[in-house]
């Protein structure tokens, strides 16, 4: 078994970059971070404890394990699972492969934290990796997404594709998980909204009181359904929801007004293609790359525990989806300043979590 081994930048300069670039029609090339190499690796396994609802749960483990047999056509990994049916296999499934002596353990998700901690510090000699949470132990890896800077493209996005002058977003819950989403979203309307001169309301979330539209029941489709028919009775015709499998309610909703829906974690077209119709694009946290990075980390013998690897832009750990069945309605114009804005956003130009490109209104 292995061991543990300025910047205020003016509205009217960034009108200028943008008009620069109008001429560019594709979508970027993202080109993935260098993956660590080891000359001769040694044989390791890697164990992953699924999310509810096994390897085939469709938000973060078929993605994960996607990245783990990527892995091993490159090193010489001996790749396992333990499926979860409940929140009580979280724990068993650590002990599964802690009892086949798995060299890296990775699990899914917030909920797993507290098993993962309690089994990391009984087996300090093992790694561990999390998926969508932080380290909360000195051999565990945290894998975060910074997600709101691919949000804001998608507000400026939803801003230029809206038609009605509404677009609106809303959340499973009150956490910093889903409120980045959102926050990035409504700042990138609104700089589409400022930059272009128009009217636009968006609607769900509040980026100064910190209040918004969030589910009762975070996994209630009837209540995306409801949520989403509420917004579409205000004029709004792209919606963002931020609510993984309830979110299939309100894309549903898009479709029985013929709405424009933009998904979250995975490309929805592909994911969910019975919603397909009416996707104009999905805030992607690209898991199988971070998982495959974290794999890599160990054959390489850089992996750290007590660090976060964060997977934002600049190493393709999140992107925006492509437009798939949108594709020739989203203008040429539109898609170049969408790709500039994501430039904009890499070199500090943009600062998508920060609402300083419009002053604050009174209530």
Not at 21 to 32: D, K, L, M, R, V
Not at 87 to 100: T, V
Not at 182 to 195: I, L, S
Not at 253 to 265: D, L, P, S, V, Y
């Amino acid at each position: 078994m292995l061991k543990k081994s300025t910047l205020i930048i003016l509205a009217g300069l960034l009108a200028i970059v943008l008009a620069a670039c109008s001429s560019s029609e594709a979508q970027p090339q993202f080109t993935p971070t260098p993956v660590p190499q080891a000359l001769n690796p040694e044989p390791f396994s890697v164990g992953l404890v699924t999310a509810i609802g096994g390897i085939e749960e469709k938000f973060f483990t078929r993605l994960a394990w996607k990245g783990i047999e990527r892995a091993g056509n490159l090193f010489p990994i001996d790749a396992r699972y333990a499926e979860s049916a409940t929140e009580a296999d979280f724990a068993s499934g650590i002990e599964a492969l802690l009892a086949q002596d798995t060299d890296l353990i990775i699990t899914i998700g917030q909920e797993m934290a507290d098993a993962t901690a309690a089994a990391a510090k009984a087996h300090p000699d093992t790694m561990f990796a999390m998926v969508d949470a932080s380290s909360n132990g000195p051999n565990v890896r945290g894998i975060v997404f910074d997600v709101v800077g691919v949000s804001y493209m998608a507000g400026y996005l939803a801003g230029g594709m809206s038609k009605t002058g509404v677009v609106c977003t809303y959340g499973a819950a009150d956490t910093p998980v889903v409120t980045d989403f959102m926050t990035g979203f409504v700042n990138g309307a609104d700089y589409y909204r400022r930059q272009n001169g128009v009217d636009l309301d968006i609607l769900g979330w509040d980026v100064y009181a910190k209040s918004g539209v969030f589910l009762e029941d975070s996994t209630s489709e009837e209540e995306g359904y409801q949520i989403a028919k509420k917004f579409f009775a205000q004029g709004c015709d792209v919606i963002f929801a931020v609510a993984k499998d309830a979110a299939k309610g309100s894309a549903r909703a898009a479709q029985e007004e013929n709405r424009m829906f933009i998904g979250t974690i995975v490309d929805w077209y592909e994911t969910f293609p019975e919603y397909g119709n009416v996707v104009l694009t999905s805030v992607m946290k690209n898991t199988d790359q971070a998982v495959f990075q974290t794999v890599a980390a160990v054959a390489g013998g850089s992996f750290r525990g007590g660090e976060d690897y964060v997977a934002d832009l600049h190493n393709d750990g999140v992107a925006l989806a492509p437009y798939h069945r949108f594709e020739t309605r989203v203008s040429q114009g539109l898609r170049a300043e969408v790709n500039q804005v994501r430039e904009n956003i890499m070199v500090g130009l943009l600062r998508p979590a920060e609402p300083w490109i419009y002053e604050k209104t009174s209530p």
